[in-house]
């Protein structure tokens, strides 16, 4: 099996532009620059994919349905021919970005003001717990995306059992890309604590169930 782990470009939500505008998180959009991010990182997989030893195999193509990751495979195949791979896209929204709740839309900085009283109750949690087990008021926590995940990798088995496909281009968002690596590996919460958040268009492979880190890292 060999898995490509695609974060989207940047977002309106990246730059805090999003903080007037308002528009909720399935429906943000990638910036100028976040289109020219997926341009030039299409643009290293599809010379990367020249010299996959593993060019026979059965290809699969899985979105998140949120319009960042929509708009990033959109230029990713303007740019890689999938269709001569045989490969079929498809979304699922076990794949959509984390749920911040109340937080949704929010700045990071600005949520000890806006929600005082659960901003105290979160930052227990994770002071107490660790990022990975807090969850957002109203919202997931990484842990609850890790479970997600792992609903999903039910889809990929089927498909490898029924259809054969062995090689995924994953389009999706940070904590998605993190928590998926996790659960596959079977990586530890600590792991995760002390995992970065991949930066916009990064690629991250897994070949054979060995995590190969990101072969692609942009800017």
């Not at 791979?85 to 076990?94: R, S």
């Not at 389009?171 to 792991?191: C, D, I, K, N």
Request: hydrophobic fraction near 30%.
């Amino acid at each position: 099996m060999d898995i490509y782990l695609i974060r989207h470009g940047e977002s309106i939500m990246n730059t805090g532009e999003n903080t007037k505008i308002g528009a909720i998180d399935n429906k943000v959009w990638l910036t100028e620059k976040g289109k020219e991010q997926a341009k030039r990182s299409a643009e290293f997989l599809k010379e990367y994919l020249e010299y996959d030893c593993n060019g026979t195999a059965k290809t699969g193509i899985w979105v998140s349905p949120y319009s960042r990751t929509r708009e990033t495979f959109n230029i990713f195949k303007s740019i890689i021919d999938f269709q001569d791979m045989g490969a079929v896209c498809k979304e699922d929204i076990l794949l959509a970005e984390q749920e911040f709740g109340l937080f949704d839309s929010v700045p990071e900085e600005n949520w000890s003001d806006e929600f005082p009283k659960e901003y105290t109750y979160y930052k227990k949690l994770k002071e107490n717990q660790g990022k990975f087990y807090a969850r957002c008021p109203m919202g997931e926590s990484p842990k609850d995306v890790a479970i997600r995940c792992r609903i999903f990798f039910d889809t990929i088995w089927r498909d490898y059992d029924k259809h054969h496909i062995d090689k995924l281009f994953i389009f999706t968002h940070g904590t998605v890309l993190r928590s998926f690596v996790m659960a596959w590996q079977h990586y530890t919460p600590e792991w995760y604590e002390a995992e970065k958040n991949p930066g916009n268009c990064w690629i991250r492979r897994i070949s054979n169930n060995k995590d190969m880190g990101y072969i692609y890292k942009g800017e």
